[in-house]
């Protein structure tokens, strides 16, 4: 009779290469949190989807971009939707201008799976990713990310709940709760829940 009280993140996917838009769709549809709600979306049909469908994360191709500033119109037009790029071999520079133009996170298309996951959870919650892989040296944007679940706890902190609230929530016990915020605090580089401000952008 418990009911799960956060909705799914929605997404839309835009058109990919066979391969990489096939491994894609099969890691979204597999996660339980997320809904596919338009794939395959042309690039001159980007502004009716998100129109249509207002999804919460659009995925882009970067190669399908005529141009880098296409991600400031895009961001300009449709702002609640999180924008993550995907890039055969983006280099830290390009990924921060992508960050510049309007996009949530920038990932290159060989990033492992799990990473895409992570890095989905942390864009809908508007927080900026970008490369980190020890064979390419990439730098990570800011401290250490956040697993999905100190996501989950760190939206719930910042909302005001209480660590019994937070529990009840998310269905874990408060001594758990305590341990994922001290996490939160030290990735953030806080030292309370009063130093937590809100992402608003």
Known sequence: MSIDPTPPITLALAQFEDIVNVG???????????QLVAADVAPDALGQTLTAEHPDVLILNFGSLSRPAQLRELHAAFPDVRLMVLADSPSTAECRQLIGFGATACLAKTTEA????????LASRGMHVL?????????????????????????????????????????????????????????LGVSSRRELRPTNQ
């Open 24 to 34: 894609l769709r099969s890691l979204i549809e597999g996660d339980p949190h997320l």
């Open 114 to 121: 799990r990473d895409v996951l992570h890095t989905i959870y």
């Open 131 to 187: 490369p980190s892989d020890a064979e390419t040296g990439y730098e990570a944007a800011g401290p250490t990310p956040l697993t999905p679940r100190e996501a989950d706890v760190l939206e719930l902190l910042q909302a005001g709940s209480s660590n019994a609230e937070i529990a009840m929530t998310l269905h874990v016990s408060v001594e758990t709760v305590r341990t994922h915020a001290r996490s939160i605090y030290r990735k």
